[in-house]
């Protein structure tokens, strides 16, 4: 399925690709990203002009082909020792702050947390261990029929049975999960629907302004062609969300570990231990750079459907 000079040169379709209804998008090549899947080739980021999206192109009619075996970075099921100790740190640091930046209601009972595109699973069994004590469970969900490694035996649901779960859940957490589809509007439709009128939905992606991909380009970790599909800014999310009819509770903004995942790619290497340790070594450094100029790499919007 490799792309051809002439398809990395048509432009998107603002009526079919723009994450919100506006008709203003004007799309500008931003540049040529690598294939980290060795499947399709290079693929070309465009930018919207106006509302800073951006998008990667040619279009893939389904690009479930691409996780086929649970092979990407998303998946990772290999962590082990050190590694998945790393992880671990940092996924309970997240949990927690996820949880305290759901809105106050959301505890007033034991919520029900559906961990959409749940990916390894091993945020979803550590935000399941972070929720236990006030009696609250966490159900994964992603295409594959059977669960990953991390969640057998635990509450798991494939995303081809979920219209069985629509409504049933108090929070759903969708956490880099939007970015993987070239129909965003279409995929937020689905997370919202599993979702009780009143409930929360917590939505985290990169963001297309954050500073590392100034710095490194093409390289930088999240445009991750070609499983990045859309990439957001901050005005592009909200406009979205709001399109959706969903109400901004708050956008926060997340300093993701993605330094060890840039440099395995200025390496032309695959993103093992001496990279992650590497990324942690160099997070604090991260995350002040990103602070200070107020440009993150993640944006996390906390939304409530009406009721």
């Not at 209804?21 to 799309?27: E, I, L, S």
């Not at 075996?69 to 998303?74: K, L, V, W, Y």
């Not at 959706?244 to 032309?268: K, S, W």
């Not at 990103?290 to 944006?299: M, W």
Request: with cysteine; net charge neutral.
């Amino acid at each position: 399925m490799k792309m051809t000079t002439a398809a990395l040169s048509q432009a998107p379709d603002p009526a079919t690709r723009c994450p919100s209804t506006m008709p203003r998008c004007d799309f500008a090549l931003l540049g040529v990203a690598p294939d980290m899947s060795g499947q399709v080739g290079p693929q070309a980021i465009w930018r919207c002009q106006q509302c800073g999206h951006g998008l990667t192109m040619p279009a893939l009619p389904d690009p479930a082909f691409l996780y086929a075996a649970r092979e990407s970075q998303d998946f990772q099921p290999e962590a082990a020792g050190l590694e998945r100790a790393i992880k671990r740190w940092f996924f309970r640091r997240q949990a927690r702050r996820l949880i305290a930046q759901l809105p106050a209601d959301m505890h007033r009972r034991p919520m029900r947390v559906l961990d959409f595109g749940c990916g390894s699973g091993l945020f979803t069994r550590v935000l399941a261990e972070e929720l236990a004590p006030s009696g609250g469970t966490v159900t994964g969900a992603d295409f594959h029929a059977e669960a990953p490694p991390e969640l057998v035996g635990q509450p798991w649901i494939p995303m081809a049975e979920l219209s069985s779960a629509r409504g049933r859940f108090d929070v759903v957490q969708a956490s880099h999960v939007l970015e993987h589809d070239d129909d965003s509007r279409g995929l937020l439709a689905r997370i919202a629907a599993t979702v009780r009128p009143g409930g929360v939905l917590v939505l985290e992606v990169p963001d297309v302004d954050c500073v590392w991909a100034r710095v490194f380009g093409m390289k930088w970790d999240a445009w991750y062609a070609p499983f990045h599909r859309s990439h957001f800014s901050r005005s592009s999310l909200c406009a979205m969300l709001i399109d959706a009819g969903l109400d901004i509770v708050a956008i926060h903004d997340i300093c993701v570990p993605t330094m060890g995942r840039t440099l395995a790619n200025l390496m032309g290497r695959k993103n093992t231990l001496p990279f992650i340790l590497a990324g942690a070594a160099l997070h604090p450094l991260q995350w002040g750079v990103e602070a200070l100029g107020h440009t993150p790499s993640a944006l996390r919007a906390v939304v409530r459907k009406p009721l």
